[in-house]
């Protein structure tokens, strides 16, 4: 481990003074499994694990993790090895920082470089910039960061970043020596080092079972499982905030290597560039950069022998929520390699290859191959195919090191660029009291400036006159981030051949300004402000009442419980964006996970008061795992006993509330005289893929009536609607079991006169106009409350959190 003594504040002269630094000129070809000149005494992962990684069936602990790079840093004087923060279990959340010695004592001098390429407004008056950006260019280094293992499931390159490091701290060869002169390297090993044990104790655990090669029965992050990797905007988990603050925003790298693997039987790599769409307010720079990049890499790992790679298909760039750097400099190279079991091989034959979205992986075509025959797939392939991939990314970055320069500074040039009289000069947040408070913290997390105040010069017919507002500026570093967040998406209208709907690769909408119930107005000419200090609202007391909560927990893990969970725990705390880990202890959690198998016990009414069952397949639901997929005490789902206690609990006084698809399973299971209209239609008729639709809310019920904070709610709202049923009351026939149509009650509908479109996208609207998205149906002395949309979605959606709390919050 070096001892760093940097001086703290480094003045531009400074930099400018700099002796310039050699480049390589070396251009030759790596290869895999190397024999390279090597440097005594580093340690290889196996001289600390017992095994080299990408073995067969072999796991590294996080333990383990940790000591290899400890070691490594001991004796390396290429690499830095330090611990920036805590994850969301409390382990620790690490980095490596790898370059040339010479660079690793002025790293303070290059993070200088970077902080006045990002923003050339700190380099002088617009005259002096573009020669002073070009001694720096001159001067600074490309820095690379990669992410590895954010899936925990995708135990590849967790294990391939010590390959990596291992390579860079101890080879001589000509290539490496060039690389470390001309780049810095930001390696960490895991984005969610919780995960690493709990996929690794779930393997050892079944490892010569029938279960070998499973997914554990748990979420691989404690809250948000997979869609840790959908958290770039809203920045809500310890993990995302420690990479944003302490990385990105201290680095701002020009080239993010996001490794992960994909499913089994398509490509066995992924590159970009991206499919379309491509989000309007990501820089064409940008573009230019992920698709040269990855091009390059997909064209050298082809003359090197590799097969099955791919670019442009299946990935897109349309959301902020996976790529933080689109927005603030950097290209992210998301790659995608073929998975095996785990850590055990497969065999896959050539005949069970399945299409993608814009290839075939057994036709070669010009975005794909050479054609991959099939066969055996082992860990060891995918960390080939990933350290392979990783250091053709490293020689680009540092053979195009100038390039890389330019284009950041670029970037950065057109950011801060004074808009011209008629463009957008800047956003409006009108007011928004606790959400909108919340909303500035984000956005100033993601380094965007807002000026807060009173606006002198707000039009007569604006909303908003007299109250505080706070104006972000469009020409300023990451204007573009804040736009992205606070506009409507306008998801294009992509269909096939046949004009069916080409199905996007994720959810199409990431309004928070529409998520969070802030109202933002964009302004074109200048707007004058009053500047206020004032203490800002940070609580958000929703939940009024105490009232014995429990959440369903399938063992089949649903993403949807894990933010319920997430969302309840923030509950009441000073800082809605905080762990509650570390006050637990001090407070009972406000609520308690129910599994099947208590479900099934019955009595629930003498626990619990309210039961919530988040998003999830309905069938999923009645059985979890067919018996013999999973070990015994996990399989089963809530089934015929289960259905019987919650149909008692309900008769009995309970509330039982139903999330998204959860609701399909209630009104089935209950026989409730509720119909999912969209259910039948096809994707040509009807098509949502996760968008931010319109309602319109009866504040008339106790459900939509509105906090302590804000007693009313105003009678539009939002709903976040992705796989959700949309309501239509009926009168059931028969069954002596049946619920009278008279015991339903709308909460809210879609509305009848207009598009309820918002952000992202919506085929065949005139299908919902005027239905049920809210209803609550009266059975016995209690209540089923149906949502057709996700209330809580991804703790983002807070327009819509009083609905959720008031409906768990008893009568
Ligand atoms: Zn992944």
């Given at each position: 481990m070096r001892t760093r003594i940097v001086p703290l504040l480094l003045t531009v002269t400074f930099l400018f003074n700099l002796s310039p630094l050699g480049r390589g000129n070396a251009h030759s070809v790596f290869t895999p499994g190397y024999a390279a000149p090597q440097l005594a005494g580093i340690p290889a992962p196996e001289d600390v694990l017992g095994f080299v990684p990408g073995d067969d069936r072999k796991l590294a602990s996080w333990n383990q993790v940790l000591a290899y790079f400890a070691a490594l840093a001991k004796a390396s004087d290429r690499v830095?090895?330090?611990?920036?923060?805590?994850?969301?279990?409390?382990?620790?959340?690490?980095?490596?920082?790898?370059?040339?010695?010479?660079?690793?004592?002025?790293?303070?001098?290059?993070?200088?470089?970077?902080?006045?390429?990002?923003?050339?407004?700190k380099l002088g008056p617009p005259g002096v910039r573009d020669r002073k950006a070009a001694e720096l260019i001159k001067r600074g280094k490309t820095?690379?960061?990669?992410?590895?293992?954010?899936?925990?499931?995708?135990?590849?390159?967790?294990?391939?970043?010590?390959?990596?490091?291992?390579?860079?701290?101890?080879?001589?060869?000509?290539?490496?020596?060039?690389?470390?002169r001309n780049t810095i390297i930001l390696l960490v090993p895991s984005l969610n080092p919780d995960g690493v044990d709990i996929v690794k104790n779930w393997y050892d655990k079944t490892l010569g079972t029938p279960y070998e090669g499973t997914?554990?029965?748990?979420?691989?992050?404690?809250?948000?499982?997979?869609?840790?990797?959908?958290?770039?905007?809203?920045?809500?988990?310890?993990?995302?905030?420690i990479t944003v603050d302490k990385i990105h925003n201290v680095w701002h790298p020009q080239i993010v290597h996001d490794i992960h693997q994909q499913g089994e039987y398509g490509s066995r790599l992924f590159l970009p560039p991206y499919m379309q769409p491509v989000e309007p307010n990501v820089p064409k720079q940008i573009v230019a950069g992920y698709t040269q990049l990855g091009n390059f890499m997909a064209r050298e790992m082809r003359e090197q022998g590799f097969k099955g790679i791919t670019t442009n298909s299946t990935y897109d760039a349309w959301s902020p929520a996976r790529a933080y750097s689109h927005y603030h400099g950097g290209v992210r190279i998301l790659s995608e390699t073929a998975s095996?079991?785990?850590?055990?091989?497969?065999?896959?034959?050539?005949?069970?290859?399945?299409?993608?979205?814009?290839?075939?992986?057994?036709?070669?075509?010009?975005?794909?191959?050479?054609?991959?025959?099939?066969?055996?797939?082992h860990l060891r392939d995918i960390t080939n195919y990933m350290t392979t991939a990783a250091f053709l990314l490293l020689r680009h970055a540092s053979e195009n090191r100038d390039e890389w320069l330019s284009r950041f500074y670029e970037i950065g040039k057109e950011a801060v660029r004074p808009r011209k009289k008629g463009e957008l000069q800047g956003l409006d947040i009108v007011?928004?009291?606790?959400?909108?408070?919340?909303?500035?913290?984000?956005?100033?997390?993601?380094?965007?400036?807002?000026?807060?105040?009173?606006?002198?010069?707000?039009?007569?017919?604006?909303?908003?006159?007299?109250?505080?507002?706070?104006?972000?500026?469009?020409?300023?570093?990451?204007?573009?981030?804040?736009?992205?967040?606070?506009?409507?998406?306008?998801?294009?209208?992509?269909?096939?051949?046949?004009?069916?709907?080409?199905?996007?690769?994720?959810?199409?909408a990431h309004s928070l300004s529409f998520l969070m119930g802030v109202e933002v107005l964009p302004v074109y000419g200048p707007l004058k402000y009053k500047k206020v200090l004032i203490e800002e609202e940070s609580e958000l007391p929703y939940y009024g009442k105490e009232s014995r909560v429990a959440i369903y927990k399938s063992h089949v893990p649903s993403i949807d419980e894990g933010w319920t969970r997430w969302v309840l725990q923030q509950n009441g705390r000073t800082s809605p964006w905080t762990n509650m880990d570390q006050v637990v202890g001090t407070r009972k959690p406000p609520f308690f996970s129910l599994l099947d198998a208590e479900v099934r016990a019955g009595k629930l009414i003498n626990k619990y008061e309210?039961?919530?069952?988040?998003?999830?397949?309905?069938?999923?639901i009645l059985n979890g795992y067919k018996a013999g997929a999973m070990p015994r005490e996990y399989t089963g789902g809530l089934g015929q006993a289960g259905m019987k206690a919650l149909r008692e609990f309900v008769e009995q006084g309970g509330t039982l509330v139903c999330l998204n698809r959860a609701s399909n399973f209630a009104i089935k299971q209950?026989?409730?005289?509720?119909?999912?209209?969209?259910?039948?239609?096809?994707?040509?008729?009807?098509?949502?893929?996760?968008?931010?639709?319109?309602?319109?809310?009866?504040?008339?019920?106790?459900?939509?009536?509105?906090t302590t904070l804000a007693p009313r709610m105003s009678k539009e709202s939002i709903a976040w609607v992705e796989d959700s049923p949309v309501f239509e009351i009926i009168s059931t026939g028969s069954g002596s079991d049946r619920v009278d149509a008279s015991n339903v009650h709308v909460i809210a509908r879609y509305p009848p006169d207009k598009n309820p479109l918002l952000s992202g996208w919506l085929l065949g609207e005139s299908r919902i106009r005027g239905k049920a998205a809210l209803v609550e149906v009266t059975m016995g002395k209690g209540h089923i409350i149906l949502f057709g949309f996700r209330p809580q979605y991804r703790g983002q959606s807070l327009a819509t959190y009083p609905l959720f709390f008031n409906a768990i919050s008893g009568k």
């Open positions: 830095d090895f330090e611990t920036l923060g805590k994850s969301t279990m409390d382990k620790p959340f690490v980095m490596a920082t790898i370059s040339a010695p010479e660079n690793l004592a002025r790293l303070s001098e290059y993070r200088r470089v970077q902080e006045l390429l990002a923003d050339p407004r820095i690379v960061l990669i992410t590895c293992g954010i899936h925990s499931t995708e135990v590849g390159s967790y294990l391939s970043s010590m390959l990596i490091a291992h390579r860079l701290a101890s080879s001589n060869e000509p290539e490496i020596q060039s690389i470390l997914d554990p029965p748990e979420l691989y992050h404690k809250y948000t499982g997979h869609d840790n990797n959908r958290d770039w905007y809203a920045l809500t988990q310890v993990e995302t905030q095996c079991k785990i850590a055990t091989p497969i065999t896959v034959k050539f005949e069970q290859l399945r299409k993608g979205e814009g290839y075939d992986p057994r036709k070669e075509s010009a975005n794909f191959g050479p054609v991959w025959r099939g066969g055996e797939w007011n928004g009291g606790a959400n909108g408070s919340l909303l500035r913290h984000i956005l100033g997390r993601g380094g965007v400036f807002a000026v807060f105040g009173e606006p002198l010069n707000v039009p007569k017919q604006q909303s908003g006159r007299g109250s505080l507002h706070s104006y972000v500026p469009i020409a300023q570093p990451y204007g573009a981030f804040a736009k992205a967040l606070l506009e409507a998406q306008h998801y294009p209208d992509l269909r096939d051949s046949t004009s069916q709907p080409i199905v996007p690769y994720d959810v199409t309210s039961i919530i069952i988040p998003d999830q397949i309905p069938a999923t209950f026989n409730l005289p509720v119909r999912d209209v969209v259910a039948d239609l096809s994707q040509k008729e009807f098509f949502v893929p996760g968008s931010i639709l319109r309602i319109e809310l009866d504040t008339s019920h106790p459900l939509a009536r509105g």
